[in-house]
């Protein structure tokens, strides 16, 4: 049955119109025109609540998803619930992404580098931090991760990496102030290489037309995860707990140690000599009692009941360091989940 010529008919039609999109290929540009604005503005004059941009945004992902506020609160619930042993993480990563998400004039782009052993969680909480913003996580097309060994994995073509990494970059900042960038694998990047970024995580308001001050970078790196254990090592000899080390105990070291690093990406880098990184966050290595709750957790979440002997035993076929105290785990809690599928017929 056709629809007559008239009000309702008209009223029909502007209100399916934000739906278009669904239909159509996906757009490299946030899909916002004035056409359609106006086709929200009717409906959502019709309805008296939907807008385009909520509506369009409830069926596909949207830059700036979530309310800063609400991207807060989930990332605080995550780590509290989900990381274990890392007081210091916790607190900086808390407080440095909740204060970026709600200043509503940042100068510059937040810049995070992550340090510590294998296994202690630098790779989780960029998860959980993806997570934590868009709905999504890693998956989001706003969300961009580089691996250093297979996305820059041949030293003669440094050059050819700076300009496609800048590229990259700028394009998609454009399409998406709150973009972020994670770097994995920094101890493995080619030196030289990150500082072609130095002008995005600087205190520029434009750089030709573009503004980089909400975007996020994340660095992750083993580079400097002998200095964090050495202060973990004295505070545990000298009877003090790893909840007493704070992080003016090791940032500054921290720092230093990575600059001098040559076989770091971030050996003699411009971002650490120009005070470009905000926070340097140490990942303490994870004790037994922290790899025990790695196995519970993991247990748990595939649905099964814990079995206190084999969560036990999992925890003791790790092997631990240094030699004679055998305090801290050497590989964090990052075979768990392999030694779980021996031991459970899952």
């Known amino acids: 049955m056709k629809l007559r010529r008239g009000p309702l008919r008209a009223a029909l039609g502007l209100a399916l119109l934000p739906l278009l999109p669904l239909f159509r290929p996906a757009s490299a540009v946030e899909p916002i025109s004035l056409g359609l604005a106006i086709a929200g503005a009717a409906a959502s004059a019709l309805t008296g609540f939907i807008s385009y941009p909520r509506l369009y945004c409830y069926f596909r992902e949207c830059c700036l998803q979530r309310h800063d506020q609400r991207a807060a609160a989930a990332l ?7 990381l274990f042993g890392q007081h210091l993480v916790s607190k900086v990563i808390v407080k440095a992404v909740k204060g970026f998400l709600n200043n509503t004039n940042t100068k510059k782009p937040l810049a995070l580098s992550l340090h510590g052993w294998t296994g202690t969680g630098k790779n989780f909480v960029s998860k959980i931090v993806a997570e934590s913003i868009y ?34 970059i700028r394009g998609n900042v454009s399409i998406c102030p709150r973009s972020l960038f994670i770097f994995d694998e920094m101890d493995k990047m080619h030196a030289g290489l990150i500082d072609s970024i130095k002008p995005f995580l600087d205190y520029y ?83 037994y009692k922290h790899v025990k709750m790695c196995v519970r957790v993991e247990i748990e979440s595939r649905g099964y009941a814990v079995d206190e002997d084999i969560l036990t035993r999992i925890a003791d076929e790790m092997t631990y360091f240094p030699r004679e105290e055998r305090i801290y785990s050497d590989k964090g809690c990052k075979t768990v989940d392999a030694k779980l599928d021996y031991y459970y017929d899952f």
């Open 76 to 82: 605080q619930e995550s780590l509290d619930r989900r």
């Open 135 to 168: 709905k999504r996580g890693l998956q989001s097309k706003y969300v961009h991760q580089f691996v250093a060994t297979l996305h820059f994995p041949h030293a003669h073509s440094i050059n050819l990496y700076k300009d496609q990494l800048q590229s990259w």
């Open 205 to 287: 308001e434009f750089l030709d037309g573009v503004s980089y001050r909400q975007a996020i970078f994340i660095f992750l790196s083993n580079a400097g995860a002998e200095k964090i254990t050495e202060v973990a090592l004295d505070f545990w000899r000298n009877g003090r707990t790893r909840e007493d080390i704070q992080l003016t105990d090791i940032q500054n070291a921290l720092s230093v140690s990575v600059f001098n690093n040559k076989n770091s990406g971030f050996w003699h880098s411009t971002l650490i000599d120009r005070n470009l990184i905000d926070y340097f966050v140490p990942f303490l290595p994870l004790e």
